[in-house]
């Protein structure tokens, strides 16, 4: 128990820093909501910078403590305030509209490259120097290609040249999204380049480490012993050697649950995806500061619950952090 | 040949003789190599170049490719895309190093300060670290740098540091946790040493190999960062760099006029400098665990295929094994020695073959 509430401590204080942080710096920063606003509508008049502020919710009144906690207050009631670029639509309604789609495709391509990677990694070791391991040259090198630079690649050649898949967007036109079949399969449709290209340049990161995790691990004197006694390979191979191996693996795919939301950014942008990664990316270049704050903070909170969902996982994985031990 | 007593040892010895350079790990010597060239590039490269890399040609309105006077083509306004890349390497590193150095720099003095110190300073620096630790760092990224008017390399690599150490921090926090325990350390503080020094000259010297490798980690995360966000126009734009060329040929629509000389040399370099990170890492890494280190030279012993997990090899048509010196040898190897890369003849003597090959 005292893991858990030393980690709750750690994602309290990071959910602290996160929301301070949004709020100090547009504070910090020339320039305003409301002046981007009366920047993008030449017709209004100066008088009505005030009345946006007011709408918007981003004066200065008051003092910065007074601010602070009004702030604060807002977001526990889920008001994160009203979107520039999509006026009148509020930030927590982009939000719903754009969310599912980044969960659904960065959230399972990641879990896919982990258990591919995983599963490769232990293979690989075991079968040292086999074909698997001579793979190694090229996911180092997949590995150091920037991402997007891949997916372009990829978009070129597969869907320019070969017209094998859609360029990119979420979906064809012609089709309003719900639950109905013709729209979920050409969403499924048009993950597929996606999902693919997530999928291969991350794999690439968790068969290394579970790969090199599993030779220190597969030296071991117990697994030695494990061999001594007979037990067949497969056992060896799989419950006792990878079933410690897995472990940096595990927490390291804690950390990369921040790349489900985040790391998406840059394939949402490549292939015009409809999710969270590409309205920040077009709430950044519109300078729709309300949006961009409230993608942030739902980024992070998300970031945040998925890491202590994956502790708890830890924890019943590795017996030792509950005796309560520091990991 | 001589028969002399080997001592055993995990770690290769270090002292004031230096090491031949053909004695590291094969990736560690290729990506030594390939850093050092984008290196020199970035030294030198802007004296290279052969144009200005910012010139243009009014009566061109489609890229060319390559030809003899540009020989890596031209962009679609006429900029010569060799001279870019010259020119642009510079920026890219400088980003890459500026942000590691700073970053390596933090995670050493909060990882140390709060391994060494421990108590309530090791709770509250640890709390930081894992706090800066999972807050998503693009995105934060992605949000102070669009609220900057005009952001520079250096503000971009200030920026990218800031949320870069809060990893080397945890690995080098444990380990000086581990450090602190031992006795050597013990020594030092009984013959009345300060703190200050006992940190300077006891502790760190005994982490450079981790911190030599979160530098490198860093580097290679600032750079694809930065390119990364270079890209999507959030970085220098005005400069040339290796992501701004990126930016501009993909604001051009290279990839669909087919104007592969225009975005490939870039992304390619990337990757290389990049793959040449991430092999001196590796590299780093088989030099602190030699568990790693090539298979093909490591399980062949007198001939046979060592599988990391085989139990102890039998070896039948050799006397080596009734003078007991198979399996010293063996248990070298386990400890991480690296045997010779060919087989052991029969009659040869393996003990100095491995003794020669780990001091070598």
């Known amino acids: 128990m005292k893991f858990i509430t030393r980690r709750l401590a750690t994602y309290a204080f990071a959910a602290w820093i996160a929301i301070t942080v949004n709020f100090f710096i547009p504070r910090f920063i020339p320039g305003n909501a409301a002046e981007a606003m009366m920047a993008k509508f030449p017709s209004l008049q100066p008088a009505a910078l005030k009345a946006i502020e007011i709408e918007f919710g981003i004066g200065k009144q008051g003092s910065l403590f007074h601010q602070y906690t009004s702030y604060l207050v807002n977001i526990f009631h889920g008001n994160l305030g009203i979107s520039t670029n999509f006026y009148p639509a509020t930030v927590t309604s982009v939000l719903k509209q754009t969310l599912p789609w980044t969960l659904i495709l960065v959230g399972t391509a990641t879990v896919i490259s982990f258990v591919l990677g995983t599963v490769l990694g232990i293979l690989a070791a075991w079968r040292r120097g086999g074909k698997l391991d001579q793979l190694l040259p090229a996911l180092t090198f997949l590995q150091a290609v920037p991402y997007f630079f891949l997916a372009l690649i990829a978009v070129e050649i597969f869907a320019v040249h070969w017209h094998i898949f859609p360029i990119g967007q979420g979906f064809s036109l012609g089709f309003s999204p719900g639950w109905n079949w013709p729209f979920i399969q050409s969403a499924i449709y048009h993950s597929i380049l996606p999902a693919i290209t997530l999928i291969v340049t991350s794999m690439a990161g968790w068969m290394l480490q579970m790969r090199n995790v599993m030779i220190t691990t597969i030296g071991e004197d117990y697994v030695l012993a494990a061999q001594a006694k007979g037990l067949s390979s497969r056992r060896v191979v799989w419950t006792y050697a990878a079933r410690n191996a897995i472990l940096p693996n595990i927490a390291g795919f804690a950390i990369s649950l921040g790349f489900v939301v985040a790391g998406a950014l840059v394939m949402e942008f490549v292939f015009s995806y409809p999710g969270v990664g590409y309205t920040l990316y077009n709430a950044v270049t519109s300078d729709d500061y309300p949006l961009m704050q409230g993608i942030f903070l739902v980024i992070s909170m998300t970031v945040l619950v998925a890491n202590l969902l994956a502790d708890v996982v830890y924890l019943i994985a590795d017996p030792r952090t509950r005796r309560g031990s520091e990991s | ?360």
């Open chain 2, 1 to 360: 040949m001589s028969t002399s007593v080997i001592p055993i040892t995990a770690v290769p010895p270090v002292g004031k003789s230096r090491r031949k350079f053909s004695s590291y790990p094969l990736k560690a010597r290729i990506g030594a190599i390939i850093v050092g060239v984008f290196v020199l590039l970035a030294i030198f490269g802007p004296y290279l170049a052969p144009f200005d890399p910012s010139a243009t040609k009014n009566t061109q309105a489609y890229p060319v490719g390559p030809n003899w006077t540009h020989l890596l083509g031209t962009t679609a306004i006429g900029g010569d895309v060799l001279s870019q890349m010259l020119v642009g390497i510079r920026a890219t590193v400088f980003v890459g190093l500026t942000a590691g150095v700073i970053a390596t720099f933090l995670s050493v003095l909060v990882g140390v300060s709060s391994g060494f110190l421990g108590g309530a300073s090791d709770e509250g620096l640890s709390l930081l670290t894992n706090a800066v630790l999972v807050l998503p760092a693009l995105p934060l990224l992605v949000v102070i740098l669009g609220y900057l008017p005009q952001a520079s390399n250096l503000v971009t690599a200030f920026v990218l540091s800031v949320l870069g150490w809060p990893w080397g921090a945890r690995v080098i926090r444990a380990q000086t946790l581990s450090l602190r325990r031992r006795d050597f350390v013990a020594a030092a503080r009984e013959t009345g040493e300060s703190t200050w020094r006992i940190i300077v000259s006891e502790i760190i010297p005994n982490e450079v190999s981790l911190i030599a490798a979160s530098f490198v980690g860093t580097v290679l995360y600032a750079i694809l960062t930065s390119v990364a966000l270079t890209f999507l126009g959030l970085g220098d734009l005005s400069n040339w760099s290796l992501g701004s060329m990126l930016y501009w040929s993909q604001n051009g629509n290279a990839i669909t006029l087919g104007a592969w000389w225009w975005y490939l040399p870039p992304g390619l370099a990337v990757a290389f400098l990049g793959m040449g990170l991430v092999l001196l890492n590796f590299g780093l890494d088989e030099l602190g665990n030699p568990r790693l280190r090539d298979a093909t030279g490591q399980h062949k012993i007198a001939g046979h295929v060592w599988r990391p997990a085989d139990p102890t090899p039998v070896v039948r048509d050799s006397d080596l094994v009734k003078r007991g010196l198979f399996t010293r040898g063996f248990a070298a190897l386990r400890q991480g020695v690296r045997p010779v890369r060919s087989s052991v003849a029969k009659g040869d003597d393996v003990e100095t073959t491995i003794k020669g090959n780990a001091d070598g």
